[in-house]
Structure formats: structure tokens, C-alpha cells
């Protein structure tokens, strides 16, 4: 007799983007769409449109986008090929970590996930994680299992959003469209100068909080994420060692999947 291989995929929805995560032996096969946060509706046809979710059996949903992420269930509920969907439970994560967060559930899902998935990469340790996504977060796990804390900042895009909307006289700018810029700190136009300052504010407030963080749990191991993650690493951060993770909070929907199947 052939066993039929089970394909779990994992469907992580960002402020930013979503991701379609096929799950593979030795990690994550990757698909990208943009969250269209004013129509779930056109990200679900968008789905199913693409070649991503042909072959999967069970989809396990997540992410920071309610409205999103309800709305794709009962779309996506709706076609008969589309796989079995499971919505993922972060407050299962309270079995194994200790949220000190008031109240407890309000601690965004990438948040939660990202702390199971360093407790498992890293079990027992201090960590500080780093999300360079839509907004920058920067969480501390403490013995891999408390959550101490963290903060919330803007991401970049997000500041050159604000400049151009509450200003008369800023263009609206888009990260995918910044010139690569050198290492002069100090721009001769509008745009480098709204570039400039954006990276390096962000930059500043990451490394600050950084030098907190690693005062309050020494020696604890930095792990980064996101999509600003390889732009910040490469201007050389402040702090000593930093890993990079890539796929963290997918690697800790893995952990929650597995955890709500049991
Ligand atoms: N080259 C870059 N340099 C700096 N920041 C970047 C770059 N590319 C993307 N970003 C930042 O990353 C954000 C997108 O992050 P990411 O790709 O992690 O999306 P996301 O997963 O949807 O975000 P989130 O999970 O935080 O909602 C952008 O809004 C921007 O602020
Ligand atoms: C902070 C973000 C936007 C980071 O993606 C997300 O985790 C979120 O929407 N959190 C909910 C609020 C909180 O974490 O306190
Ligand atoms: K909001």
C-alpha cells in the first residue's frame, strides 16, 4: 500500500506581507504575497490563484492581522479543494513560556511565536529578539521561558510614511525604491535626507535598545529577524554577536502547530 505524504504548509499573515510556508524536511519553502489589509478577499483569490497551495492537506493560520486572517478562513473555508485549516492559538504558548504582558493575550502573535521558537533554538538561555519587520520589536526572554518585556518602534517604512503624510512639502517614499546609500551620513537632497534619517534612527534605537536589553540579561544571545534584518546587519551593529534567523516567528508557528495537534 502507498502511504500518501501529508503536506502541512503554514500561512503567516504580516502587516506587510503574508507568507505561505511549505513545510519541508529541512526547513521552510517560501511563497510571498502582500497583506492587502482593505481586502482580504483579493489576497484569498490571490491564493488560491497561485500554485502555492495546490498539494497541501493542512494549513495551519496565523498572524497580526485579524480582521485578515478571519476573513481568508471562511474564504478559503469555502473551497472544497483548499486544505483543512487549523487557526492557530498563541495562548497555547503559555504552557511553556511565562508571558508577563498585561493582559497576557494581547502580546501580538509573531511576538509569541518568535519567543517559542527561541526556546526551542536555544533552550534554557537568555535571548533578546530582534523583528526588523512592519514595526521593530525588540523582546527579552529570559532562562527560555519568561518573557520579561520588550518595546515597540516604527519600522522605516512606516517613519517615511509619516514624514510624507504629515508634511507639506515631503514626497511619500517607498524602501524598495531607496538608492543604495553609501556611507555618507548626511544627505544633499530631499530624498537622501529622509532616507538617511530613517536608517539611522532606526539603527540608533535598535542599538540602544540592544545595550539595555544585554545590561538587564547579560551574555544573552541576539537573535534578528525580518525583512530590515540584513540591511541593519550589515552596517555593523554595535552589539558583538547577532544571529540572524530568517524564518524565526515560521519556525515557532511550526512549534505551535505541533503543539495544537497533540
Ligand atoms: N531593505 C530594507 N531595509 C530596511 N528595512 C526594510 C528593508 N526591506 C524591508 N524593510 C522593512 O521591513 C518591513 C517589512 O518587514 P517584513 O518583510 O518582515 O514584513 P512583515 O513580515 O509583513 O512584517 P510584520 O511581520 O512585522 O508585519 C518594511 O515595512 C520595512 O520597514
Ligand atoms: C507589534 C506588532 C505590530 C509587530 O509585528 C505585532 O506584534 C502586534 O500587532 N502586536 C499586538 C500588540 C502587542 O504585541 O502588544
Ligand atoms: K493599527
Redesign the pocket.
Same mark, same amino acid.
Given at each position: 500500500m502507498v502511504h500518501k505524504h501529508t503536506q502541512t504548509a503554514l500561512l503567516?499573515v @504580516?502587516?506587510?506581507?503574508?507568507?505561505l510556508a511549505l513545510v519541508r524536511q529541512d526547513g521552510f519553502s517560501c511563497h510571498v504575497y502582500p /497583506?492587502t489589509r482593505d481586502s482580504a478577499a483579493e489576497l484569498c483569490k490571490t491564493l488560491l490563484a497561485d500554485s502555492g497551495l495546490s498539494g497541501v492537506d493542512e494549513l495551519y493560520l496565523g498572524g497580526?492581522v485579524p480582521h485578515v486572517l478571519e476573513e481568508l478562513t471562511t474564504c478559503l473555508g469555502q473551497v472544497s479543494s483548499a486544505p483543512v485549516l487549523h487557526l492557530l492559538d498563541a495562548r497555547l504558548a503559555s504552557s511553556v513560556i511565562e508571558l508577563r504582558y498585561d493582559p497576557p493575550g494581547s502580546l501580538g502573535f509573531?511576538r509569541v511565536c518568535k519567543l517559542l521558537a527561541a526556546s526551542h533554538l536555544i533552550p534554557g538561555q537568555d535571548c533578546v529578539l530582534v523583528?526588523? @519587520? /512592519?514595526?521593530v520589536t525588540v523582546d527579552l526572554l529570559e532562562q527560555g521561558r519568561i518573557f520579561v518585556g520588550g518595546l515597540i518602534m516604527p @519600522?522605516?517604512?512606516?517613519c517615511l510614511d509619516a514624514l510624507g503624510q504629515f508634511t507639506a512639502q515631503l514626497p511619500g517614499l517607498s524602501?524598495?525604491e531607496?538608492p543604495l546609500l553609501d556611507d555618507l551620513q548626511f544627505g544633499q537632497s530631499t530624498l537622501a535626507c529622509m532616507y538617511q534619517g530613517v536608517?539611522q534612527m /532606526?539603527r540608533a534605537g535598535v542599538n540602544a535598545a540592544l545595550r539595555q536589553a544585554l545590561a538587564r540579561l547579560p551574555g544573552a544571545q541576539v537573535l534578528i529577524?525580518?525583512?530590515?534584518a540584513?540591511?541593519?546587519l550589515n552596517d555593523a551593529p554595535d552589539t558583538g554577536e547577532i544571529r540572524h534567523v530568517p524564518d524565526l516567528?515560521l519556525q515557532g508557528m511550526a512549534v505551535l502547530a505541533e503543539m495544537s495537534s497533540v
Open positions: 503567516q @504580516g502587516n506587510t506581507s503574508t507568507v /497583506t497580526v509573531d523583528d526588523m @519587520g /512592519t514595526a @519600522g522605516e517604512q512606516i524602501l524598495a531607496a536608517r /532606526t529577524t525580518g525583512g530590515g540584513p540591511g541593519f516567528v
